[in-house]
């Protein structure tokens, strides 16, 4: 992963209204969790700079050197807040971090080519995971994993296990875990299908029983009137 280069500075502005007017300004509140020191560190960044820096970049945890009043710091970008109507961001979290240590990080998971058991088998596709945890250096950090699912036959799974990352990622997530299944067609009824015979049966006796009863009431009065006649 390249490494984004971002200017920054300290920043003591704090509060709803502080925060409001230093985003007026075309600058973006930010955090800093500090690794060495501990704590956290708020600063500020151009929100054009910061943008364009951003362009293109569909990972979530990406590293970037964040020179902070002439301070190097490398840092991982963890959180970025958007604007609900704008979509522009409105505060960015960070990670202070060394580049010769390890660190966690998510990494999305990409299915690329048709399964076999798709192609030939008439299966469905199904991703089951779409994210796996990993550990590797900062500057090692990928922004997806393409995962080739050509091979995958039909009602074949594939799982963590089996997917093959390269040396310098060592997989967190469970190895028992499912990444992507070929499942066959489900039996479902096409919409506008007959009903069983069964249920169709089921209704003109409930309407029959119905009917037998008024009968029967029916008769019931006619013969208590009789008997009122013959008194």
Do not use: W
């Not at 301070?71 to 109507?85: F, G, S």
């Not at 990080?105 to 995971?129: D, F, M, N, R, S």
Request: net charge neutral; with cysteine; hydrophobic share 40%.
């Amino acid at each position: 992963m390249d490494q984004i280069k971002i200017k920054a500075a300290k920043r003591t502005e704090q509060g709803t209204g502080a925060v409001r007017r230093l985003r007026r300004t075309g600058m973006i509140p930010g955090s800093v969790m500090k690794m060495k020191k501990g704590g956290t560190l708020l600063i500020k960044l151009p929100e054009h700079e910061f943008m364009m820096a951003m362009r293109g970049r569909t990972g979530k945890q990406i590293l970037v050197g964040l020179d902070i009043d002439g301070a190097d710091v490398p840092a991982l970008l963890r959180e970025m807040q958007n604007d609900v109507l704008k979509g522009t961001p409105i505060h960015v979290d960070f990670s202070e971090v060394s580049l010769s240590e390890k660190v966690r990080v998510t990494i999305p998971i990409y299915l690329v080519g048709e399964a076999t058991g798709v192609k030939i088998g008439g299966g469905v596709l199904e991703q089951v995971l779409r994210t796996v945890d990993i550990d590797c250096l900062p500057t090692d950090i990928p922004e997806k994993f393409d995962v080739d699912v050509t091979s995958l036959g039909l009602d074949q799974t594939l799982f963590i296990r089996d997917l093959k990352l390269g040396d310098k990622y060592t997989v967190v997530t469970r190895g028992e875990l499912a990444v992507a299944v070929v499942k066959a067609p489900d039996d479902v009824p096409a919409a506008g299908a007959a009903a069983p015979a069964g249920a169709e049966a089921a209704a003109p006796e409930v309407i029959k029983k119905g009917k037998d009863e008024a009968a029967a009431g029916s008769e019931a009065k006619a013969g208590d009137a009789k008997k009122e006649e013959k008194k």
